[in-house]
């Protein structure tokens, strides 16, 4: 016969969000060629690396320049300068005790998000909060576990847990059993995050349903109010049911050097089919990384670990504090012009209402061909974002400035 496709992927939406809004705003660029587009977005980051880190790499890069100090494949759980380094600066000041064994370092959080899944049966039943980062989603179409898409963009086999307005952005437990949780805080999109009262009800919703959480901190290190936690492992119990993301990518600028990290307790395990086993999923995970991962570049863990020097730890705490700053500028130009802004105070996101419950694309399309400012509709991270867009604080001060200016001509 034939090679058979996986037809999971054929259910995938070929409409990939980025791309259709660069469609469109490079059509608007064609037709208003003297207008400057300003892109409030992008989910990437503008600001360069900071000095630490470019010292670290050029050090290593001139390390690898010499036969005694030459380094080919690394350990396959990343070198352990940089889980040390992890866990004393990133976990044990929040009272958090993690073994080097339990931190997979890796090439950013999107891989990991999508993989993990593997290491459970495809038939067990998924969560997600909607509107949703969409790695967690597509990488579990892909193994056939999310069902099918209805025209409402809902999969049979997923349970979405709203997060809008109403609720103040903080998702219910679900009514019904859910075995594989994605929960992701500080939130990309919609900028809000969750205290500890609300995150236990989670963990302890795992522990009574043998549950797992797939916990999603990749923008932590925007967190200012200190009451909110940085690690689920901060909630008791946490370690028996939940594994963490962390990334470098917008705490350090790392979206091209590529570095981060994953945290899979040892207590954390999962049961076989006919119960007579609790495996380690920690196992599992190193199995599947060793065959199927190559490690992060030796430049770019030197890289990582540099963040954590006294110099790099105020270096990066500077261009946090830059993003910051914007945000919070387009959060009282906008308060102040009558929209409804959440997000923006512990994450580089802000979820804005459209004004009269205008389509998300609608108010898009507005907002670029009247200002030519470039915002994300809410309906393309799920249907629970529609009436809703995200702006983002990655961008330079003077541009963030001009936008808010503009939108208040209007
Ligand atoms: N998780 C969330 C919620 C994100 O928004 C992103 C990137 O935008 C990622 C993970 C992936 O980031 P990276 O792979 O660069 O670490």
Redesign the pocket.
């Known amino acids: 016969t034939m090679a058979l496709v996986n037809e999971h992927f054929l259910k995938l939406s070929n409409n990939y969000l980025f791309a259709d809004i660069a469609k469109k705003v490079n059509a608007f660029k064609v037709s208003k060629p003297d207008k400057k587009v300003i892109s409030l977005g992008i989910?990437d980051v503008t600001r360069p690396l900071c000095p630490a880190v470019i010292e670290a790499m050029h050090k290593a890069v001139d390390e690898m320049s010499s036969s005694a100090s030459f380094r080919g494949y690394g350990p396959e759980r990343g070198y352990d300068f940089l889980r040390e380094a992890i866990i004393k600066n990133d976990y044990a000041p929040r009272g958090i005790h993690l073994d080097p064994s339990e931190i997979f370092v890796n090439?950013?959080?999107?891989?990991d998000?999508g993989n993990i899944q593997e290491i459970v049966r495809w038939d067990n039943s998924i969560g997600v909060t909607d509107p949703i980062?969409p790695?967690y989603i597509d990488s579990n179409v892909m193994i056939g576990r999310a069902g099918v898409m209805d025209e409402t963009g809902k999969w049979s086999n997923v349970t979405y847990f709203p997060c809008t307005a109403e609720n103040n952005f903080i998702p219910q437990l679900p009514d019904h059993r859910v075995d594989m949780i994605y929960l992701?805080y500080p939130?990309?999109p919609t900028g809000t995050v969750l205290s500890k009262e609300e995150l236990r009800k989670w963990v302890n919703y795992a522990i009574r349903n043998d549950a797992i959480i797939f916990y999603?901190a990749?923008?932590e290190a925007y967190i200012q109010d200190p009451d909110i936690p940085h690690s689920i492992y901060e909630i008791k119990g946490a370690r028996k049911v939940a594994i963490e993301?962390r990334?470098?990518?917008?705490t350090a600028g790392?979206?091209g050097v590529?570095c981060?990290y994953t945290v899979i307790p040892k207590e954390l395990t999962a049961i076989t089919i006919d119960g007579s086993q609790r495996v380690e999923l920690n196992h599992i995970w190193d199995r599947r990384q060793s065959t199927k991962f190559n490690g992060t570049s030796y430049i770019s863990q030197r890289a990582a670990e540099a963040i954590y020097t006294p110099e790099g730890k105020q270096q990066i705490r500077e261009t946090i504090d830059y993003y910051m700053r914007n945000a919070r500028l387009m959060r009282s130009t906008l308060s102040k012009l009558g929209y409804k802004v959440y997000g923006g105070e512990n994450a580089p996101y802000l979820w804005v209402k459209t004004p009269d419950n205008q389509p998300s694309w609608k108010f898009f399309e507005k907002m670029l061909y009247s200002l030519g400012v470039v915002c994300t509709p809410g309906v393309g991270f799920g249907p629970s974002g529609e009436g809703y867009f995200r702006l983002t604080a990655f961008g330079n001060h003077e541009d963030v400035a001009e936008a808010m200016d503009r939108i208040t001509r209007l």
């Open positions: 989910g090439d950013g959080a999107k891989s998000t980062y790695v992701c939130n990309n999603d990749a923008y993301f990334s470098y990518s917008k790392f979206t590529r981060g």
